[in-house]
Every structure is written in C-alpha cells, then in structure tokens.
C-alpha cells in the first residue's frame, strides 16, 4: 500500500532539492559586498519618499494597465495554438481578427504617446 505513494515522496523530496539547491549555492558562492545603492529601497524608479499619500504620475498607472491588457490577450495565443488542428480554417480566421483588432489598439496607443516616456 505505501509503495504506491513512492513515487509521489520521491518527486517531493527532488522538488524541494531542486528549488532549495540554487538558494543554498548562491549564499555559499555569491561574493557579500553590500553598498548604499545596495541596500537602498527602490520604487518605481525614483528614490523612496517619506509620505505614503504621495500621487504617482498617472503615467505609471497607464503603462501598468496597457501591460496587462496586452498581456493577457497574448496569453489567449496559447490554448489557440494548442487545438489549432481541431478548430480548423474558422478558429484560424478568428483568431487573425483577434489579432488584427489587438494591433490597432497596439498602434492607436502608440500614435497617442501612451508608450512614451518623457
């Protein structure tokens, strides 16, 4: 009966090896020379401010949204690619409008500057 859990254990114990391995080397091997631009905090590339209620410049928050809109319609390429063969000439031609309409609304934001950064 616990023969049949084997297998399971085995890949437990080389999981957590594996991911706990390169953890372990690199504070055994990795050279400690912290500096005051090593230890500084770092947000969102400007120093670190003293006021939580500080306002962001609204640019970050547009990068940030484009970023997830662009990629999670990216991330339907995937499961389209994978059953392409059964879907056949219609899913094809549906996903090439898919496509289409993300490329214009890729090349309206950069004609809009919204990918600029000044």
């Given at each position: 009966?616990?023969?049949?859990y084997f297998p399971i254990l085995l890949f437990l114990i080389l999981g957590i090896f594996f991911g706990l391995m390169p953890l372990v080397m690199g504070m055994m091997m990795?050279?400690?020379?912290?500096?005051?631009?090593?230890?500084s905090p770092y947000e969102c590339g400007f120093e670190a401010f003293e006021d939580s209620r500080m306002k962001f410049d609204?640019?970050?928050?547009?990068?940030?949204?484009?970023?997830i809109?662009?990629?999670?319609?990216?991330?339907?390429?995937?499961?389209?690619?994978v059953v392409?063969?059964?879907?056949?000439?219609?899913?094809?031609?549906?996903?090439?409008?898919f496509l289409g309409?993300?490329?214009?609304?890729?090349?309206y934001e950069w004609k809009k500057g919204a990918l600029e950064w000044e």
């Open positions: 009966m616990l023969e049949n990795a050279p400690n020379r912290p500096d005051a631009a090593k230890l609204v640019r970050f928050y547009l990068v940030a949204i484009l970023f809109i662009f990629d999670l319609e990216i991330a339907f390429l995937f499961p389209w690619a392409l063969n059964e879907i056949g000439m219609f899913g094809f031609i549906a996903m090439v409008i309409i993300l490329v214009i609304g890729f090349i």
